[in-house]
């Protein structure tokens, strides 16, 4: 018997990208679709992703998207469940594709967990790794009040 060792997909990033389109072609073939192409923000989630089913939760979730999408670009509203799910990766994902500095992404990253965790900054901190002193200070910093993720008015 021959064993082949094959690290997880995690450790093989650059192959991400291949097996993307590789998989974007024969669903598109499997599936009669139109030749779908995925948006930057998708593909930034895409391959920041760690992907722990490997290479068969990749091909799964592209097929998902190209058989339930109604376009022909694929978005990051297109993910299946499972994955959106991870709505810290998601948020970054957004804020890389949109922020134009440093500071607008962390800013954008930050508020979009907050909200996402229903204004409670002890679980948002847990969510983005962070101490709750660190939150609020820049919450603090950044003009939003109370349990809100959104600015003080006045």
Not at 9 to 33: H, S
Not at 54 to 74: F, H, Y
Not at 117 to 125: D, K, L, M
């Amino acid at each position: 018997m021959l064993t082949i060792e094959l690290p997880p997909l995690r450790d093989r990033r650059d192959d991400i990208r291949l097996l993307i389109e590789a998989f974007l072609t024969d669903a598109r073939e499997r599936y009669q679709r139109p030749s779908p192409t995925m948006s930057p923000e998708l593909t930034e989630f895409m391959l920041a992703y760690d992907w722990p089913g490997n290479v068969r939760q990749l091909r799964n979730a592209i097929d998902k998207m190209v058989v339930m999408s109604s376009g022909e670009t694929l978005s990051l509203g297109d993910l299946p469940a499972y994955l959106s799910g991870n709505s810290c990766l998601l948020a970054k994902a957004i804020a890389c594709a949109s922020a134009s500095s440093l500071r607008d992404m962390e800013r954008t990253v930050i508020l979009s967990v907050l909200e996402r965790c229903g204004g409670n900054r002890t679980h948002a901190a847990e969510a983005l790794g962070i101490s709750v002193r660190t939150l609020q200070r820049k919450l603090k910093v950044w003009g939003v009040a109370g349990n809100s993720a959104e600015p003080e008015n006045g």
